[in-house]
C-alpha cells in the first residue's frame, strides 16, 4: 500500500479545513515549519493522552477491531471484515461466496487548513481508535420500495448495517457506515452534527479497493464517462499517472463486482486511481477514490453530513451485477415529497420513446409528430438549435426562439395528438438563468407552451458545487412538472430515485459516438451498473459500426425510461421493415434477468412488462445462443414469439414468429456484429 499520502499529487490551491477562519495562532503560530510540526505533534500527544477538554472516550473492548478479531458484517453471500491496523490504520475486506473480492484495503480521508504545508494537513488514515461499544453499531432493516420508472418494479432494500466510531489523537471524530445486502456491499464516511468543527474541507480521501490481482478489469481508460470501455487485467493497473472513470466492473474466477458510487448529491465524483505499484506484488491492482475535480467542503453545523456510498455492486458474473444494479438507487433517499409536493403524485411523470426531428422549424416538427402517431412514439425530443447556435453566449442570455418554430404551437399541437415534446437548453443558458434567478420562470415559459421535458446539454460535471447546481435545475423543473434528460459527461449514481422526474442521462458512449459492438457489450456490462443510459438509438445511419439488428436489439438490451429512437433519420428515411419491436417498446420494467453474459463478446437479457417478456442479445461474435425460457415464462402459458433478427441477404431486420412455452430454448445461429428481439406475448 501507499505509505505516504504526501507522495501523491499536491491539493487544490485555495483549500482551507476551516472554512471561515485560519488555524488558531496560539497552536500553529506563523514560525517555521519545523516549529509548527513539532507543536502540531506536542497537541496530537496531548489530545491523546487526554490532557486537553475533549473529554476521555472509552476504547473499544481488548481484541475487538484487530485483524485478530475483526468486526464482521454477513449477509448471504457477502462478508464484510473491519479491523485497525497496529498503527490505527482503519482497515476492511469482502468477500463474496468465499471468493475475495476487495483484499486488505485501507480506510480514512485527510482534511487540510493550508495547502501544500504538510503540518497543516491532518491526516485521519491512520493513529485511529475505535470509540464505544462496537457491538451496539448493528443494525437490520428488511423493507422494499417501488420503482415506477426502473428496470425493476419492486426493489429489495433488505441490509444488515455496521457504524464503527472512530477518534483521531487529536480528538476528531467520524464513523464510518458499513451495509451489507443480498445484491452487494457498500459503505460511507459519516460526520456527525458538530458545533465544535462545524466545517472543513476533505482533500484527499483515503478509500482504497485492493483488487484480485488474477481478474480483469473493465473501465473507461480516462476520467470521460463516453470514451470507449476497455479491457485491463487488475495486475496491471498500476500507472499512476492514469485516473479511470466509474463504474469499473471487474470478472474473477466465479465473480463479477461493479465498482461505482451511490448518492453523489453534495460531493465531488468519485474517480478511481491505481496506487502504483509494480505489477505481480501484492499492493499492484490496488485502486484508490480519487476527487479530480475539488475538495469537498462538509457543513454539518446543523445535521451530519455524509459522503456518497462507495458501492460493490456483486454477483456471479458480469450480468448478474447489471441485474442488481437497482441497489444504486436504493442507496439514495427517497423523495422529500414536502419540500417536492409534485413528487408526492407521480403520474405526470411519463417514461416513453422520443424521436428528434432534424429540421427545426414548426412545420417539420408537426410532420415528425405525424410519424410518432404512426410509429407510436412517446416523445418529440428537439435538440440544439432551436433558439440559435449554442455556441454563442448571445444565444444564452435571454433564451428566443429562432424565426420559423413556435414551441407553443408545437406543443399544442403533439398535446392533440397525445404526444409530448422536450426541448434541449444548453448549460449555459441554464447557468445564466440559474445564477440569474430566473430558471423557474424560463420552466414556467416551457410548461405555458404546453412543453413536457428539458433536456440539459454539456452541463458542468464533477465538482462538489456544480452537482448540487444541476440537482437544483431538477428540483426547479419538477416544480413545473417537466421530465429530465441529462446529456453529456454526467452520470446517475442513484439520485435520480429522489428526484424521479430526472428519468435517463447520458454519461455513456453510444450511437453518436459509433462504437463497435464490442465496446457497446463492455458498456452494457460496465455502464450498465449505475442505471439508465441514454444511448440516442440510430437505425437507417450509416455512420455506426454496429448492424441494424444488433441496435434494434439494444434498446431492449440497455435500459432507459427515455429510449431516443432513429436518432439520425428523418420520417422519410425510416425504412424498418419489421417495425413491431421499436413500435411497442416498453422503457421501464417490473423484472430484468441476464440469461447469458460473457464481456465483450455477448448479453441477453430479458425484461417484463405486465404480461410480456422482452429479450435482447447482442453478439460481437459468431456464435450458437441458448435462450432458455425455463425461469422467465409462466409455466403452462402458451406465448406468441415475435422474432426479430439479421437479415441474412442484408443489413436490415427480419421477423418471424412462432408459439413457445417454458420449455422452449431459442437457439438462434448469430454472425458477428448482430442482434436478436424477441417480443413474447400470452396467447
Given at each position: 500500500m501507499v505509505e505516504s499520502w504526501e507522495s501523491l499529487v499536491p491539493i487544490n490551491e485555495g483549500v482551507r479545513m476551516l472554512s471561515s477562519s485560519s488555524p488558531p495562532q496560539s497552536i500553529f503560530g506563523s514560525g517555521h515549519k519545523p516549529f509548527r510540526r513539532l507543536v502540531a505533534a506536542l497537541v496530537s500527544a496531548l489530545l491523546a493522552a487526554g490532557s486537553l477538554l475533549l473529554g476521555a472516550v472509552p476504547a473499544t473492548a481488548a481484541g475487538k477491531g484487530t485483524q485478530a478479531d475483526?468486526?464482521?458484517?454477513?449477509?448471504?453471500?457477502?462478508?464484510?471484515?473491519?479491523?485497525?491496523?497496529?498503527?490505527?490504520?482503519?482497515?476492511?475486506?469482502?468477500?463474496?461466496?468465499?471468493k475475495h473480492v476487495i483484499e486488505n484495503s485501507r480506510l480514512g480521508l485527510i482534511t487540510v487548513t493550508t495547502p501544500d504545508v504538510i503540518a497543516d494537513r491532518m491526516d485521519y488514515t491512520r493513529g485511529l481508535k475505535i470509540?464505544?461499544?462496537?457491538?451496539?453499531?448493528?443494525?437490520?432493516?428488511?423493507?422494499?420500495?417501488?420503482?415506477?420508472?426502473?428496470?425493476?418494479?419492486?426493489?429489495?432494500?433488505?441490509?444488515?448495517?455496521?457504524?464503527?466510531?472512530?477518534?483521531?489523537?487529536?480528538?476528531?471524530?467520524f464513523n464510518i457506515v458499513f451495509r451489507a445486502y443480498d445484491e452487494g456491499v457498500a459503505f460511507k464516511y459519516v460526520f456527525p452534527k458538530s458545533a465544535t468543527v462545524p466545517k472543513f474541507k476533505i482533500g484527499k480521501e483515503g478509500s482504497e479497493f485492493n483488487l484480485d490481482r488474477t481478474a480483469n478489469a473493465y473501465v473507461s481508460p480516462n476520467t470521460s464517462q463516453q470514451?470507449?470501455?476497455?479491457?485491463?487485467?487488475?495486475?496491471?493497473?498500476?500507472?499512476?499517472?492514469?485516473?479511470?472513470?466509474?463504474?469499473m466492473?471487474?470478472?474473477?474466477?466465479?465473480?463479477?463486482?461493479?465498482?461505482?458510487?451511490a448518492n453523489q448529491q453534495d460531493y465531488a465524483r468519485m474517480m478511481l486511481k491505481p496506487v502504483g505499484a509494480t505489477p505481480g506484488t501484492t499492493e499492484s491492482g490496488t485502486l484508490q477514490s480519487w476527487l479530480t475535480e475539488n475538495p469537498v467542503s462538509v457543513d454539518r453545523s446543523s445535521k451530519d453530513f455524509a459522503s456518497p456510498w462507495r458501492t460493490f455492486v456483486l454477483g456471479d458474473n458480469e450480468g448478474m451485477v447489471v441485474e442488481r444494479s437497482h441497489l444504486i438507487k436504493t442507496l439514495s433517499p427517497a423523495p422529500d415529497t414536502v419540500a417536492n409536493p409534485n413528487y408526492a403524485d407521480t403520474s405526470w411523470i411519463q417514461p416513453g420513446t422520443v424521436l428528434r426531428p432534424m429540421s427545426l422549424n414548426t412545420a417539420d416538427c408537426k410532420n415528425v409528430i405525424d410519424a410518432m402517431v404512426d410509429r407510436k412514439i412517446d416523445y418529440l425530443g428537439v435538440d440544439a438549435g432551436w433558439y440559435g447556435k449554442e455556441t454563442l453566449q448571445d444565444k444564452n442570455d435571454t433564451i428566443k426562439p429562432e424565426p420559423g418554430f413556435d414551441p407553443k404551437a408545437i406543443g399544442d399541437y403533439a398535446?392533440?395528438?397525445?404526444?409530448?415534446?422536450?426541448?434541449?437548453?444548453?448549460?449555459?443558458?441554464?447557468?445564466?438563468?440559474?445564477?440569474?434567478?430566473?430558471?423557474?420562470?424560463?420552466?414556467?415559459q416551457f410548461s405555458d407552451w404546453n412543453i413536457d421535458g428539458v433536456k440539459f446539454g454539456f452541463v458542468p460535471v464533477g465538482s462538489q458545487a456544480t452537482t448540487k447546481m444541476v440537482y437544483d435545475w431538477v428540483k426547479i423543473a419538477a416544480k413545473h412538472k417537466l421530465v429530465v434528460d441529462i446529456h453529456d459527461e454526467m452520470l446517475p449514481t442513484g439520485v435520480e430515485r429522489t428526484y424521479p422526474n430526472l428519468l435517463t442521462m447520458e454519461g455513456v458512449r453510444g450511437d453518436e459516438e459509433s462504437p463497435s459492438a464490442a465496446v457497446d457489450i463492455r458498456t452494457l456490462f460496465t455502464r450498465g451498473v449505475n442505471g439508465a443510459a441514454d444511448h440516442t438509438w440510430t437505425y437507417m445511419s450509416a455512420k455506426s459500426s454496429t448492424s441494424k439488428s444488433f441496435r434494434y436489439a439494444g434498446a431492449v438490451a440497455f435500459y432507459s425510461p427515455l429510449q431516443f429512437l432513429y436518432w439520425y433519420d428523418t420520417p422519410a428515411q425510416i425504412n424498418n421493415p419489421a417495425p413491431e419491436l421499436w413500435d411497442n417498446l416498453p422503457t421501464t420494467w417490473d423484472y430484468t434477468k441476464f440469461l447469458e453474459a460473457k464481456n465483450e463478446e455477448y448479453a441477453t437479457v430479458a425484461r417484463k412488462s405486465g404480461s410480456e417478456v422482452w429479450i435482447g442479445s447482442l453478439s460481437a461474435v459468431s456464435r450458437t445462443a441458448n435462450i432458455s425460457l425455463k425461469n422467465i415464462l409462466s409455466a403452462g402459458v402458451k406465448y406468441r414469439a415475435a422474432i426479430f433478427e439479421k437479415d441474412p441477404n442484408a443489413d436490415g431486420v427480419v421477423k418471424k414468429e412462432q408459439v413457445v412455452d417454458s420449455s422452449t430454448v431459442l437457439k438462434p445461429v448469430m454472425t458477428a456484429n448482430s442482434g436478436y428481439a424477441v417480443r413474447l406475448s400470452p396467447q
Open positions: 475483526p468486526l464482521k458484517l454477513d449477509r448471504g453471500s457477502q462478508k464484510v471484515r473491519f479491523w485497525l491496523g497496529s498503527d490505527g490504520t482503519p482497515r476492511y475486506e469482502v468477500d463474496y461466496k468465499g470509540v464505544g461499544d462496537p457491538n451496539a453499531g448493528y443494525r437490520d432493516h428488511s423493507g422494499s420500495w417501488k420503482d415506477n420508472f426502473g428496470s425493476r418494479s419492486t426493489v429489495p432494500d433488505s441490509y444488515r448495517e455496521l457504524t464503527v466510531k472512530l477518534q483521531a489523537p487529536d480528538g476528531f471524530r470514451a470507449a470501455v476497455v479491457k485491463k487485467p487488475v495486475d496491471q493497473l498500476n500507472d499512476k499517472s492514469a485516473t479511470y472513470a466509474r463504474p466492473t471487474v470478472v474473477g474466477n466465479g465473480y463479477a463486482v461493479g465498482i461505482t458510487e398535446a392533440s395528438k397525445g404526444k409530448k415534446v422536450i426541448l434541449y437548453v444548453n448549460y449555459r443558458g441554464l447557468t445564466s438563468y440559474y445564477n440569474s434567478g430566473k430558471l423557474d420562470a424560463l420552466f414556467q
